[in-house]
């Protein structure tokens, strides 16, 4: 058996698959083993499945109630389910058992999206002055507070305790950053873990697919409930490629290639999709953008898509010829399926943006632009595609849910990925959407995602009452909340750096598939 903290764990990360099963048969053969419940409940977690993971760390925390950090586990399950009155108990649970801050601000957070202001206010104060400021947990509750505060109409104390907050920011701004917005994509409105499903993606793709401002994307089929769509629709188009992905695969993994989907369509476990055969090759390879948007207020709407992003490279030439459909390294570009791979090339200068098989997005279009593409219209294009994408998801009632969910600034602001498919002809097609994406990685990604996150806290934490400010308008501000939040805005947009505001209004021009 491997070792279960070293072998499985790492078979979690490369191979859920192998993982899954391997440990449903070790927790019935120890069904008393913390270990083992642990792991099971972590490999739903990592494929989005927070239910059957809080019943699995349930299980634990019964066999070991002690344990703090399957408390905390529990507790981040039920906030991934949108259970926040579940969490809060969790929370307050665990604080009995052990007082921590992490459980402390936990709780608090949850009676701000609980809209109990008063409580959540009550929690935040009796924690502060115990707070050492070099403590992990700082950072989330000033930050925690100073929200919470404009929410509750006091935007005058919360920008005191933003004074300490941006403190702490200055003295490490990469660390700080991160940690923040890491925070942030593990606790945001447990709706956009949809997204990250494919099928579910697909679903809402098609169900939108007719709009005029729908993004491209491949026809999608979604087994086994499409099955005979897939295979009338393979008769039509003869000598097709389709891409078979797993309804929940992370990393590249379980993806198959093929021509005959006979091969594929018994399964009940994938999205199965015609496969662009003509994408852009760099040097013979294949390659997907990983592009950034962030979404900051749902009333009125507004959304940005960053300008840099992050270009990964499958190690083999591309190969469409029936010998060469089966070589997931040459139409997977998911950089951690390829670990060990011979030829992978992996740059440790983060100053190199063209070396090996992760590039950043400008030093793409640096080479697209030598190879004679319009680089602004491929820019102009993926803005398109983002502001299509945030359209489906409005279409979906994502936002209006979310809206109603939670007082205004319970949650921060929202980065997402988008794995986007250049074609030869230059034009985007969106593969699949990440609820959260990756901050760290390589060095180049390393340090583009340090300045995307320094970018979103610094639009996110800007001080309402800046000095010289005239004493009308801070009277204003502390009781016009309207006000406060045009403020905001104002604020947001100064400090925007590369994002690049979203249309507010989508395009009605059809663009062809």
């Not at 729908?214 to 003869?238: G, I």
């Not at 030093?363 to 994408?389: C, I, N, Q, T």
């Not at 610094?458 to 502390?478: H, K, N, Q, S, W």
Request: aromatic share 6%.
């Amino acid at each position: 058996m491997p070792a279960l903290n070293g072998d499985l764990r790492q078979l979690i990360e490369t191979d859920q698959k192998a993982a899954r099963p391997l440990l449903q048969d070790i927790v019935a053969r120890l069904p008393k083993s913390v270990e083992a419940r642990t792991l099971l409940a972590t490999s739903y977690l990592r494929s989005l499945e927070a239910a059957p993971a809080l019943e699995h760390y349930r299980a634990a925390h019964l066999l070991e109630p002690g344990n703090l950090s399957i408390r905390h586990q529990m507790g981040l399950s039920a906030v991934a389910m949108g259970d926040f009155e579940t969490a809060l108990s969790i929370f307050r649970d665990a604080l009995s058992l052990t007082p921590t801050e992490h459980s402390a601000s936990m709780a608090a957070l949850m009676l701000h999206r609980l809209g109990r202001v008063a409580e959540a206010v009550k929690a935040y104060s009796e924690l502060l002055p115990k707070l050492k400021r070099d403590n992990t947990e700082a950072l989330h509750i000033l930050r925690g507070m100073t929200m919470l505060l404009r929410d509750a109409g006091a935007p005058l104390a919360a920008d005191r305790f933003l004074s300490e907050l941006i403190a702490l920011y200055l003295q490490n701004p990469a660390q700080v950053a991160s940690a923040v917005i890491e925070r942030d994509n593990s606790i945001d409105y447990h709706e956009w873990t949809s997204i990250a499903y494919k099928t579910n993606l697909a679903h809402a793709l098609t169900r939108s697919a007719d709009k005029p401002w729908a993004p491209r994307f491949p026809v999608s089929f979604v087994l086994p409930e499409a099955r005979a769509a897939l295979l009338d629709y393979a008769k039509r188009e003869t000598g097709a490629l389709f891409i078979a992905k797993p309804h929940r695969g992370t990393g590249g993994q379980g993806i198959t290639v093929t021509r005959d989907v006979t091969e594929v369509a018994d399964r009940d476990d994938v999205v199965v999709q015609r496969y662009v055969e003509r994408p852009y090759l760099v040097d013979g390879r294949k390659a997907h953008v990983r592009l950034y948007g962030l979404v900051t207020s749902l009333n009125p709407f507004r959304a940005y898509l960053y300008r840099e992003g992050i270009v990964r490279f499958a190690p083999d030439p591309y190969d469409i010829d029936d010998s060469g459909l089966g070589n997931v390294h040459a139409h997977v570009t998911n950089t951690a399926l390829h670990q060990g791979h011979p030829t992978l090339e992996i740059s440790k200068n983060a100053a190199e943006e063209n070396i090996g098989h992760i590039w950043t997005l400008s030093a793409y279009l640096e080479r697209m632009k030598a190879d004679g593409r319009d680089v602004e219209a491929v820019r102009a294009a993926m803005r398109e595609l983002a502001s299509g994408f945030l359209g489906v998801l409005t279409a979906e009632g994502l936002f209006a849910r979310q809206a109603k969910a939670a007082p205004r600034r319970a949650f921060a602001f929202k980065l997402f990925g988008m794995d986007v498919l250049i074609d030869s002809d230059a034009r985007p097609w969106l593969i699949e959407a990440q609820r959260k994406p990756a901050l760290g990685g390589a060095a180049v990604v390393q340090r583009v995602n340090v300045q995307l996150c320094r970018t979103v806290f610094e639009m996110g934490c800007g001080y309402v009452f800046e000095d010289g400010l005239p004493a009308e308008r801070i009277a204003t501000l502390a009781k016009d909340r309207p006000a406060l939040a045009q403020r905001e805005a104002e604020l947001e947009v100064a400090r925007k750096g590369l994002f690049e505001p979203l249309a507010p209004t989508l395009s009605e021009t059809p663009r062809p598939q």
